[in-house]
């Protein structure tokens, strides 16, 4: 049955753990390098602005939108968003952040496969990711109550989950990817210099962790659920 103690959400604490050190590791790190401020001055904006030029995307307008970290390229809109932090400063932190978002950019021009299938997966995830739980959650409130269409509902529920698992996993290799580029840029451009790499490639490592712990999260979840789903059956 699905009552009493779950001993399965013990599988969940490192993954918690993971998440909590990785979000505090990019917001310590971010704040330190974003007391450093490169030697040629180059701002996030102009940053941004010399890597969509130099690979052929000048359309690409670079928009200020309000918020920390909220910087973003909106392939759907084919736009670049910096945060006034971001686009104004000329610090590693900020011109790392904004050759991230413009690796996005040089994704979406050169086609890369798996921001494709990312895109093409938003949609659906937006759905499944609200209403999986509510569904898994009425599932078992009916399997406690003696009904067999519980079980449907809940493994409905497990299967929609697993769609947000994959994407996920899709997300890593595209944000990877993004950074990769963005030091490959930075430096072909010559908009920082050696030492100001190595903080930059610690900004966008420590960004990274954020993604891992997402996917690690969800996939234990996953795992959980069929394990309940096993024990229960």
């Known amino acids: 049955m699905f009552y009493g103690f779950d001993p399965t959400f013990i599988i969940l604490i490192p993954a918690i753990i993971f998440t909590v050190y990785a979000q505090r590791k990019v917001q310590s790190t971010y704040a330190a390098y974003s007391r450093v401020a490169t030697r040629k001055g180059i ?36 736009v670049m968003h910096l945060s006034e932090g971001t686009h104004n400063s000329s610090s590693v932190a900020a011109v790392a ?64 989950f697993a769609v947000v698992v994959l994407f996920h996993t899709v997300t890593l290799p595209v944000e990877f990817d993004a950074s990769k580029r963005a030091l490959q840029q930075l430096v072909a451009l010559d908009i920082v210099d050696e030492s100001e790499v190595r903080g930059a490639r610690k900004v966008l490592s420590a960004a990274a962790m954020t993604y891992v712990a997402a996917l690690s999260v969800s996939l234990l979840t996953l795992i959980r659920l069929l394990l309940i789903r096993g024990n229960n059956s």
């Open 97 to 160: 952040v904004a050759a991230h978002e413009s690796g996005h950019a040089m994704q979406d021009g050169s086609n890369y496969a798996f921001l494709k299938l990312r895109i093409a997966m938003v949609p659906a995830v937006n759905v499944v990711s609200a209403i999986s739980m509510p569904v898994i959650m009425i599932g078992i409130i009916l399997v406690c109550a003696g009904q067999a269409m519980g079980g449907s509902l809940f493994n409905i529920g497990v299967i929609m």
């Open 43 to 78: 701002t996030g904006g102009q940053t941004a602005r010399m890597i969509l030029n130099s690979n052929g995307m000048g359309h690409v307008p670079i928009e200020i939108v309000p918020g920390n970290l909220t910087d973003n390229y909106d392939p759907t809109k084919d």
